[in-house]
T-cell receptor, first 114, second 111 residues
């Protein structure tokens, strides 16, 4: 399977704990995106990378959130001191080069904060 | 990005064409119309996009009105597997590459 993969698929954590999610984009896609989706809503943009550079961050991305993409390959999204409001589906997408190419989404990581 | 308006839900009989409307009356000349769908518990899936002309691919057809203020996504022979949330998005490269999703239309295909 050469699609976008995300791990883990599900994560349950207690409030206050740190969590980290991983996204492996489609090979040779230099753009990588993170979105968050809560129940009944469409996905909301969080941040995106072109290669290893983080080019845009949403105001939704509080200082408890950090994303990296070392070497321009896989990416990680870390949430520190999780809160119940962080419970959501975290989606990763990738696209080739720049411009208006379609984005290919992974299956998402569902986070539940208890 | 221009805002879009879609009906919250629609039903379609299996085997019939599903016509999903989208209003984007404030669209600018450099904004494209994109459609994605999201099947339950999966990530969104790209369907089709267009600027002015009608477009067709193996999944669907996109009809854009001449004034570009609205469009219709057509699934020619809907199947049960087409049951999903369909998102209409307008997008221009000048605004960066992020997708701005609305609430979408829940399409229920019924046998």
């Amino acid at each position: 399977d050469t699609g976008v993969s995300q791990n883990p698929r599900h994560k349950i954590t207690k409030r206050g704990q740190n969590v980290t999610f991983r996204c492996d984009p489609i090979s040779e896609h230099n753009r990588l995106y993170w979105y968050r989706q809560t129940l009944g809503q469409g996905p909301e943009f969080l941040t995106y990378f072109q290669n290893e550079a983080q080019l845009e961050k949403s105001r939704l991305l509080s200082d408890r959130f950090s994303a990296e993409r070392p070497k321009g390959s896989f990416s990680t999204l870390e949430i520190q001191r999780t809160e119940q409001g962080d419970s959501a589906m975290y989606l990763c997408a990738s696209s080739p080069r720049d411009g208006l190419y379609e984005q290919y989404f992974g299956p998402g990581t569902r986070l539940t904060v208890t | 990005d221009a805002k879009t308006t879609q009906p919250p839900s629609m039903d379609c009989a299996e085997g019939r064409a599903a016509n999903l409307p989208c209003n984007h009356s404030t669209i600018s000349g450099n904004e494209y119309v994109y459609w994605y769908r999201q099947i339950h518990s999966q990530g969104p899936q790209y369907i089709i996009h267009g600027l002015k002309n009608n477009e067709t691919n193996e999944m669907a057809s996109l009809i854009i009105t001449e004034d570009r203020k609205s469009s219709t996504l057509i699934l020619p022979h809907a199947t049960l597997r087409d049951t999903a949330v369909y998102y209409c998005i307008v997008r221009a490269s000048a605004y960066g590459n992020k997708l701005v999703f609305g609430a979408g239309t829940i399409l229920r295909v019924k046998s």
